[in-house]
């Protein structure tokens, strides 16, 4: 599953809608795309859907084989997705360590339908992996970042993380996140809400020290 979109924690392939995807909000669903472009990622989340949720055939988003920037293209050419509110990447895995691929699809988005807004899901380990600053390179063609905060601090971020960079994920993510600003009109980071109103209000403090929005998004179980 490719392109998919989302409706009640249950994943769909949107060849399951008409050509010009008009029957999105007619079925309940948000008119947004994902983009599923890996499996692999740079965390091990406790919470991660990866390992709590049971999937089936119906709505499992785990890729055999990683898609190229040909097949999202041609993939998104099936149908006429101009009234989309949002493309996002996403799905199972950690988008940035794609992000050739991902600057080259959002290239492709941008010049057939620069008006539909972009989004990129990640960790904020997209430098470390990548051993540049690619935040630069996301300029006019992603319009929004969304970065996992997770916790305040970076030993509780690990716990949480188990990021193959141990305790140090959590300066790179918020070295990141403050780059991006430079670049991404929209910069948000995000907490689940079931980490705890105290943990809320000093996630909250990191992202107001740093000038960073910070979004409490609800737990998918």
Same mark, same amino acid.
């Given at each position: ?12 392939? +949107?060849?399951? /809608?008409?050509? =010009?995807? %008009? ?23 406790? /919470? ?14 785990? +890729? ?15 149908? =006429?997705? %101009?009234?989309?509110?949002? +493309?996002? /990447? ?6 940035? #360590? ?21 989004? #990129?899901?990640?960790?904020? %380990? ?18 929004? +970042? ?25 300066? =790179? #993510?918020?070295? /990141? ?12 980071? %995000? ?31």
């Amino acid at each position: 599953m490719i392109l998919y979109s989302v409706k009640d924690g249950q994943y769909y392939n +949107i060849d399951g /809608f008409k050509q =010009d995807l %008009s029957d999105m909000t007619e079925k309940g669903f948000a008119p947004k795309v994902y983009v599923n472009i890996t499996n692999r990622c740079t965390c091990a989340c406790t /919470f991660c859907l990866r390992n709590t949720k049971e999937m089936n055939e119906h709505n499992n988003l785990w +890729i055999e084989k990683e898609p190229e920037a040909e097949e999202i293209i041609a993939e998104f050419e099936k149908y =006429d997705w %101009s009234g989309l509110e949002e +493309i996002v /990447f996403c799905g199972f895995g950690e988008p940035s #360590m794609r992000i050739d691929t991902v600057l080259e699809v959002a290239k492709y988005l941008k010049k057939k339908h620069p008006q539909v807004p972009t989004r #990129m899901n990640t960790n904020g %380990s997209g430098n470390r992996y990548q051993g540049r600053d690619i935040t630069k390179e996301l300029k006019g063609l992603i319009d929004t +970042i969304s970065i996992s905060l997770n916790a305040s601090d970076k030993k509780k971020y690990y716990e949480v993380t188990k990021s193959r960079y141990g305790e140090e994920a959590y300066d =790179d #993510m918020l070295e /990141f996140a403050v780059k991006c600003q430079e670049y991404v009109p929209n910069v948000v980071l %995000s907490v689940v809400d079931c980490i705890g109103e105290e943990e809320i209000a000093a996630c909250r403090k990191v992202c107001e020290e740093r000038g960073l929005k910070l979004r409490v998004r609800q737990f998918e179980s």
